[in-house]
């Protein structure tokens, strides 16, 4: 395992029973880069980040965050931020009061979490719907409020999983522009998704994962182009099962 990198894994495998989830992993990820995590739904994405983010123990192997074992919970949670394909919103709560519960759980001032809040919603623009309750608010205002709840530490590492699910193109627009600027200021991001043009817009590097397996890194268009070849078969199924485009939920309205 190689400590310079920000995420580290080696041999990392998760099994349910007789079902291998992954297999077999090894990464070695380096500090300020953008990870594109990519595979087709059930392809053990979100079993490998809550592996790494210390969610739930893998059966073999080992992994580490800026060389902190995952098995040091607390250390590695103190490092990173996570955005789960479903955010942990109390949906009774307004977006304001969400954030500020978030920043107090993160140690942070109370001058240092409304500065950061309000940069924050103004960013993403919810800042006219922040003292609404989140049971309101549409898909997308939930996603944008849970990425909000993810970097509002500034960690060092972020777990993005398909962040832009629920968004309108301008506000996934938005959070891709916001995922470079963390990496430029020298956040890692570990991207997982199953859209293709996500990953090929801002990702350094691209893993692939296919049931289960990492089948193939590289730069996007180094990817793109293997599996056009027709050389890698297995690169290739894994492309056909992705997603060409974001998609656009029904709930999400004008407010997104």
């Known amino acids: 395992m190689d400590e310079q990198s920000a995420i580290s894994a080696d041999g990392l495998t998760k099994r349910y029973g007789d079902t291998v989830a992954v297999n077999d992993l090894n990464l070695a990820i380096p500090s300020g880069s953008i990870y594109g995590f990519l595979g087709p739904n059930g392809a053990g994405k979100t079993t490998t980040m809550q592996m790494l983010t210390t969610l739930t123990e893998p059966t073999s192997g080992s992994a ?16 990173v931020g996570y955005l789960p394909e479903s955010p942990p919103l ?21 001058e240092q979490a409304t500065a950061r809040i309000e940069s924050l919603l103004d960013r993403l623009d919810l800042c006219e719907d922040a003292d609404t309750r989140i049971s309101d608010y549409s898909k997308g205002m939930r996603q944008k409020t849970a990425f909000i709840q993810a970097i509002l530490h500034e960690p060092a590492v972020v777990f993005l999983d398909e962040p832009t699910a629920g968004l309108d193109p301008r506000a996934a627009r938005t959070l891709r522009e916001m995922i470079v600027e963390l990496a430029d200021e020298g956040t890692t991001v570990f991207l997982s998704t199953h859209i293709l043009p996500v990953v090929e817009e801002v990702a350094n590097t691209v893993g692939v994962l296919y049931e289960g397996r990492l089948v193939a890194e590289g730069t996007p268009n180094e990817l793109t182009h293997r599996a056009e070849t027709g050389k890698h078969q297995t690169l290739e199924a894994a492309f056909l099962d992705l997603t060409s485009d974001e998609s656009i939920p029904v709930e999400a309205d004008e407010h997104d």
Request: aromatic share 6%; charged share 20%; hydrophobic share 30%.
């Open 64 to 79: 580490s965050i800026n060389g902190t074992p995952i098995t040091d919970r607390t250390a590695v949670t103190r490092q």
């Open 90 to 110: 109390y949906y009774n709560l307004t977006a304001s009061e969400q954030l500020d519960l978030a920043g107090g759980l993160r140690d942070l001032s109370d």
